[in-house]
C-alpha cells in the first residue's frame, strides 16, 4: 500500500533562519505532489505542485521554493525564514489518473519566531 | 475548476445522520465532485467522489443531482469523531489536476 511521510511533526525556528522540509512517497512511482499550506485559523493554499523530477510549478510568489531531486521525494526550501511562513504545511500525492484524489501526510507546524 | 459553495457551519446530534450539501452550478462535464475533511491539525482525508451517480463507501453516501448543479455527503450515522470541516471540491481528471480547497463546512457533532 502507498504511504506519505513527511517531518519534522513540528519546528521552531528565528527569523532569518533556512528551512528544509522532506516529503517521502512509498509505494507507487511517478506521482504527481504537493505542498500546501494552512495558516492559523485560514483555509489550505496550493504552493507547488510537481508532475515528475525536476518539474516545480509555483501557484503563488512567496519565500518559499520547492524541489524534486527524486520521483518519490519532494522537498520545501526557503533561504531566509519570515513571520509571515508560520503555519501546518501539508504534503500531499495522487495518482496522474484519477482515482481517489489526494493523500495528504500529518503535516509539520511551523512556528516563526 | 468550478467554484463551489458550502455552508459555513451546521451542527449535527451523535448517531443521526449529517447531510452536508454543496452547490457547483458551473460543474462542467467532465469534472467529478470529490469530498475530503479535515479533522483538528491533521492533514485532510479523502471521503469519497463521484461524477454523476450516487455513491456509497465505507464513510459515506454521495447523491448528486440529475443537473450534477449540487450535491450532499451523508454520513449515516455521526460519532463524535465525525466533527470536522468538511471540504466540497469539484476538478477534472487530469494529470495537472489541483485540488484547490475553498472554506468548507465546519460540522460539530454534539453527544
Known amino acids: 500500500s502507498q504511504t506519505i511521510h513527511q517531518w519534522p511533526a513540528t519546528l521552531v525556528q528565528p527569523v532569518g533562519s533556512p528551512l528544509s522540509l522532506e516529503c517521502t512517497v512509498e509505494g507507487t512511482s511517478n506521482p504527481n505532489l504537493y505542498w500546501y499550506r494552512q495558516a492559523a485559523g485560514r483555509g489550505l493554499q496550493l504552493l507547488f505542485y510537481?508532475?515528475?523530477?525536476?518539474?516545480i510549478s509555483s501557484e503563488v510568489p512567496q519565500n518559499l521554493s520547492a524541489s524534486r531531486p527524486q520521483d518519490r521525494q519532494f522537498i520545501l526550501s526557503s533561504k531566509k525564514l519570515l513571520l509571515s511562513d508560520s503555519g501546518f504545511y501539508l504534503c500531499a500525492w495522487s495518482a496522474k489518473t484519477g482515482g481517489k484524489g489526494y493523500t495528504f501526510g500529518s503535516g509539520t507546524r511551523l512556528t516563526v519566531v | 475548476d468550478a467554484k463551489t459553495t458550502q455552508p459555513t457551519s451546521m451542527d449535527c446530534a451523535e448517531g443521526r445522520a449529517a447531510n452536508l450539501p454543496c452547490n457547483h452550478s458551473t460543474i462542467s462535464g467532465n469534472e467529478y465532485v470529490y469530498w475530503y475533511r479535515q479533522i483538528h491539525s491533521q492533514g485532510p482525508q479523502y471521503i469519497i467522489h463521484?461524477?454523476?451517480n450516487n455513491e456509497t463507501n465505507e464513510m459515506a453516501s454521495l447523491i448528486i443531482t440529475e443537473d450534477r448543479k449540487s450535491s450532499t455527503l451523508i454520513l449515516p450515522h455521526a460519532t463524535l469523531r465525525d466533527t470536522a470541516v468538511y471540504y466540497c471540491i469539484v476538478r477534472g481528471l487530469d494529470s495537472w489536476g489541483k485540488l484547490q480547497f475553498g472554506a468548507g463546512t465546519q460540522v460539530v457533532v454534539t453527544p
Open positions: 510537481s508532475v515528475g523530477i525536476g518539474q
Open positions: 463521484g461524477l454523476k
